[in-house]
C-alpha cells in the first residue's frame, strides 16, 4: 500500500512548484522555477521593468514601495497586478497574493500567468474545483512572451488535478504538455500514476522501469514499481526494489508500511508486525499506522493485542459504523462478550442496516445464552442478506435451548444441507440432536 505520507504520492506543491515561480512571469525562462529572466522585447514601463529586475533578484523588501507607488498610478495594470501577487506569495501572503491574482484576471481576463499562478495556489490550499477551471483556463491562453515551459507546466498541473477523477483527462493533459516539452523523468512518474489510476498496470510497470533507467535512484520510481509487482503477487521481485528505496529514505512512514504490507503477503508476519510496531511507536497517533498494526495483530491471532489500539482509535471516530464493528469482532476474538454486545448495539443503534453489526451481535448474544436477544438479532440480520450455515446454526442451537424443538430440528437440517461437511464440529452435533430431538 501507499501512504499518504509516502514520497511515491507527490503532493502538489512538490509536482508543480512551491509558488509564486518565476516560470510562470511574463519575462521568465522556460527553465527552472526561480531562474532570473531574460530581456524581453515587450514594451514595458520603465519604473515596472526596474521593480521587475528587483524581484527576479529576490530583493522582495525592495521591490514592494516602488510597485505599489507604480499600482497607485496604474491600478488596472494586470501586470502589475500580477507583480504584487508574485511578491505576496514569495513572503508568504498566500491570501493576498490571491486578491492580486484575481485582480489581474479582471483587469486581463486573457493573462496567462495570473491564471496559472492562481490555480496552482488554489491546488496547494486544496480548492480543486477552482484550481482546475484557472489551469484550464491558462491552457487556452498564451504567455505574454513566448514561454513553452510555462505551457507545459499548466498542462503538467492539469494533469495532476485530473489524476484522481478522471485519468483520461489527465493523459491528455500531459500530452499536451509533450507536444511543447521535451519528456521529462517527471513525466515518466506521472505516466505510471495515471496508467496505475487507469488500471493499466503493463503501461505503469513499463513507465517505471524506464524512469529507474534514467534514474536509479528514484525513491518514487522504485517503490512505483515495487506496487504494480505486489499487485502482480510478484513479491520476490518486489522486496528488492523496496528495500533499496528504504536504502535512500529509512524513516519514510509509506515506504515502511509498504514494505511492512509486503512482508504480509509473504507470510513473513513477525516481519511485517516488527516493522508496523517500530513505526506506531515513532508516531502513535498515525491513524493509518494503528490501523494496520491492528489488522495485522488480528491476522496473526492476537486480538489482545490489537483490542487497546482499536479502542484508541475509536475515541476520534466514536460513531464509525465499521470501526465499530471491527473493534466489536476484535472483542469477540478476545471472548469479551459482554463488552462487544456493547460495541455491536451502538453500531446498529447508528445504522439499522449494519449487516455486520446484527451478525456480530448475534453471535455474541448466542455466546451469553442469550437466546431470545441471538433471534431478535437474526431476524433483523435475515432483513438484510440469505442465511449462511453459521447463521443457520445459530438459530437451530438458540431454539433448541428455548425448547422449541420444531423449529430447532428444522435449522438443524437447514443448517446440515448448507455445511456439506465444511463444519465438522457443528455437524456432528447437529446430526446428535436431531437424534435426541427425535428428527432421526
Known amino acids: 500500500m501507499i501512504s499518504s505520507k509516502s514520497l511515491l504520492v507527490l503532493a502538489f506543491i512538490v509536482s508543480v512548484g512551491a509558488g509564486g515561480l ?9 527553465a527552472a522555477p526561480q531562474a532570473a529572466p531574460p530581456t524581453t522585447p515587450r514594451l514595458v514601463a520603465p519604473e515596472l521593468a526596474a521593480v521587475e529586475e528587483t524581484l527576479d533578484a529576490k530583493q522582495f523588501d525592495t521591490a514592494r514601495p516602488p510597485l505599489l507607488h507604480y499600482l497607485e498610478a496604474h491600478p488596472g495594470d494586470a501586470r502589475a497586478l500580477f507583480d504584487l501577487g508574485y511578491l505576496d506569495q514569495q513572503t508568504d501572503q498566500s ?6 491574482y484575481r485582480k489581474a484576471i479582471a483587469a486581463d481576463p486573457q493573462q496567462f500567468e495570473a491564471r496559472l499562478e492562481l490555480g496552482l495556489l488554489l491546488a496547494r490550499q486544496n480548492d480543486m474545483g477552482e484550481a482546475r477551471d484557472q489551469l484550464r483556463a491558462a491552457t487556452e491562453r498564451q504567455p505574454a512572451a513566448p514561454n513553452p515551459g510555462a505551457q507545459g507546466q499548466a498542462y503538467r498541473a492539469l494533469a495532476e488535478l485530473d489524476l484522481a477523477t478522471d485519468p483520461a483527462e489527465a493523459k491528455q493533459a500531459l500530452l499536451s504538455a509533450l507536444k511543447i516539452t521535451p519528456e521529462t523523468p517527471g513525466d515518466l512518474l506521472l505516466t505510471a500514476r495515471i496508467a496505475t489510476a487507469s488500471d493499466d498496470p503493463e503501461t505503469a510497470e513499463a513507465a517505471y522501469r524506464q524512469l529507474i533507467a534514467r534514474q536509479p535512484d528514484s525513491v518514487e520510481g522504485l517503490a512505483g514499481l515495487a506496487h504494480i509487482l505486489v499487485r502482480q ?9 523496496l528495500k533499496a528505496a528504504l536504502a535512500k529514505i529509512p524513516d519514510d512512514p509509506g515506504l515502511n508500511m509498504q514494505m511492512a504490507s509486503l512482508l504480509a503477503a509473504e507470510g513473513k508476519e513477525d516481519e511485517s508486525i516488527g516493522a508496523l510496531e517500530k513505526l506506531h511507536q515513532k508516531d502513535p497517533a498515525d491513524p493509518q499506522i494503528a490501523q494496520m498494526l491492528a489488522d495485522a495483530y488480528l491476522s496473526a491471532h492476537h486480538p489482545e493485542q490489537a483490542e487497546p489500539i482499536l479502542a484508541s482509535l475509536l475515541k476520534s471516530r466514536p460513531d464509525d459504523v465499521d470501526s465499530l464493528d471491527e473493534y466489536g469482532q476484535t472483542l469477540i476474538y478476545a471472548q469479551k462478550y459482554d463488552a462487544a454486545v456493547r460495541v455491536f448495539n451502538h453500531a446498529t443503534q447508528l445504522k439499522s442496516d449494519d449487516l ?9 448474544d448466542s455466546r451469553l445464552h442469550r437466546d431470545e436477544e441471538t433471534l431478535k438479532a437474526l431476524s433483523m440480520r435475515s432483513k438484510l442478506a440469505p442465511e449462511t450455515p453459521s447463521t443457520l446454526f445459530l438459530w437451530a442451537i438458540s431454539y433448541d435451548n428455548l425448547h ?3 423449529l430447532a430440528a428444522e435449522y438443524y437440517q437447514r443448517f446440515l444441507d448448507t455445511a456439506k461437511g465444511k463444519f465438522p464440529d457443528q455437524e456432528w452435533q447437529a446430526h446428535h440432536r436431531l437424534v435426541a430431538l427425535g428428527q432421526k
Open 22 to 30: 518565476r516560470a510562470q512571469h511574463p519575462d521568465a525562462p522556460a
Open 95 to 100: 491570501e493576498a497574493a490571491e486578491t492580486e
Open 233 to 241: 503477487k510478484k513479491y520476490s521481485d518486489a522486496e528488492p526494489l
Open 356 to 364: 455486520d453489526g446484527w451478525s456480530g451481535l448475534a453471535f455474541a
Open 404 to 406: 422449541q424443538a420444531k
